[in-house]
DNA sequence: GTTGTGACATCGC
DNA sequence: CGCGATGCCACAA
């Protein structure tokens, strides 16, 4: 499994901590999704990009700041991913303490509580908002 | 120099 | 819908 690291991961963790932390209290995104509105470092491919993107937004949250909210941030399925040394439970008790609500197989209903910035938020940060959902060579890092 | 192991998503059964 | 395979890397100890 491919686990590298963004040509400039310090940069990458801050372009996604900015992005989480618009995410409003009692609203998710998943790694996927957050990493899919980021385009592709410069010498990515855009189809390497999209198969590496997500472990670099797990990193990121890994080393968060204290400001970002990361409780907000799970998987395409709609539920937390668990990280060693720090059970699902903290983070299931964040997101229900902010009104998210959990099904009996611990999910989260992505379709009511999965969160997208709007379109002009993205465009002022040169993030992606095409509709095709595709990463594009964009950035130069 | 080796080894262990990571906050994922997608696709095929 | 669930489960397993795939991706084939970087870095700390």
Do not use: H
């Not at 989480?20 to 998943?30: D, E, F, H, T, W």
């Not at 609500?101 to 999965?114: H, N």
């Amino acid at each position: 499994m491919p686990y590298s690291n963004p040509p400039e991961p310090r940069q990458y963790a801050d372009r996604v901590c900015e992005i989480v932390r618009a995410i409003p209290s009692g609203r998710v995104m998943s790694y996927g999704q957050l990493a899919r509105l980021i385009p592709p470092p410069v010498g990515v491919e855009p189809d390497s990009y999209l198969r590496l993107s997500p472990r670099w937004v797990g990193a990121a949250m890994a080393n968060a700041p204290d400001d970002v909210p990361w409780q907000r941030v799970i998987n395409s399925q709609g539920k937390i991913s668990s990280r060693p040394g720090f059970g699902v439970v903290v983070q299931r008790k964040l997101l229900e303490q902010e009104g998210v609500v959990f099904d009996a197989r611990e999910r989260v209903d992505l379709s009511r509580y999965g969160w997208q910035p709007e379109a002009a938020w993205l465009r002022e940060r040169g993030l992606l908002a095409w509709e095709d959902d595709t990463p594009r060579q964009a950035t130069l890092f």
